[in-house]
């Protein structure tokens, strides 16, 4: 395992301290957090209120950090996503648990769902980041993954360079309900949110599969460049 993942930040190469994983308390700082976790969770909306209306934006949202396509936080996403970092996955998601249970916002869910990748997607990358998000969050929030509730039906390619007409066009129809019961409160998880397409179109589905309520939680909300 030291062979695979010396103990050093993956980012600036200095040997780990006490308590740390992967990444370094001072790599983590340059993320630059949002302020507080209301802040967060507004801007997700506001995103989400800007591109799909007010009737689109989640109860409640949760996201740790703004962020741009350069930068140290860009690189460990793409490790976390493309590199084979599995673990860092679950690292962003026991931040990303940390911060809901901060409070400021009532908790109150019966799941967390991982917006799914399509079956082929998942075999191409070998597991799904937003799964192992779900999974980090879950020891510290208490609650169950549900991973077969949503599904993905079409196979899109990536999101990225696509403008909002085109990640809307993509996203339609994309999901489709799973084989098990939708919960009714349902916190759904994803690594980025860029115009909210994605977790619209997920969460859309998940009401009319049964759920009364969707909150959303990300790890970083793309900024307008
Ligand atoms: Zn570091």
Not at 52 to 60: H, I, N, Q, R, T
Not at 62 to 91: I, Q, T
Not at 153 to 179: I, K
């Amino acid at each position: 395992m030291h062979l695979l993942f010396p103990e050093v930040c993956i980012l600036c190469q200095k040997p780990l301290g006490e308590g740390e994983e992967h990444i370094c308390a001072g790599c983590f700082n340059d993320f630059n957090p949002f302020p507080s976790v209301l802040a967060g969770g507004a801007a997700l909306k506001s995103t989400v209120r800007a591109h799909f209306g007010e009737k689109a934006v989640p109860a409640a949202a949760w996201c740790l950090y703004p962020y741009r396509s350069r930068g140290s936080l860009h690189e460990a996403m793409h490790a976390m996503k493309y590199g084979g970092l599995f673990p860092l996955g679950e690292l962003f998601g026991k931040r990303l648990g940390e911060l809901i249970c901060q409070g400021g916002v009532p908790v109150g869910f019966d799941a967390i769902v991982p917006v799914p990748l399509h079956h082929l997607k998942r075999i191409e990358r070998t597991y799904n980041q937003a799964e192992a998000l779900a999974r980090g969050m879950a020891g510290l929030i208490g609650l169950p993954v549900a991973t077969r509730s949503l599904e993905r039906c079409v196979y899109t390619g990536t999101q990225t360079g696509l403008g909002l007409e085109a990640r809307r066009e993509n996203m339609a129809g994309a999901f489709r309900p799973g084989r098990e019961r939708c919960p009714a409160r349902v916190l759904l998880v994803d690594d980025v949110l860029t115009t909210g397409a994605t977790m619209v179109s997920a969460a859309k589905v998940l009401k009319a599969a049964g759920a009364v309520e969707v909150a959303f939680a990300t790890v970083a909300l793309t900024e307008k460049e």
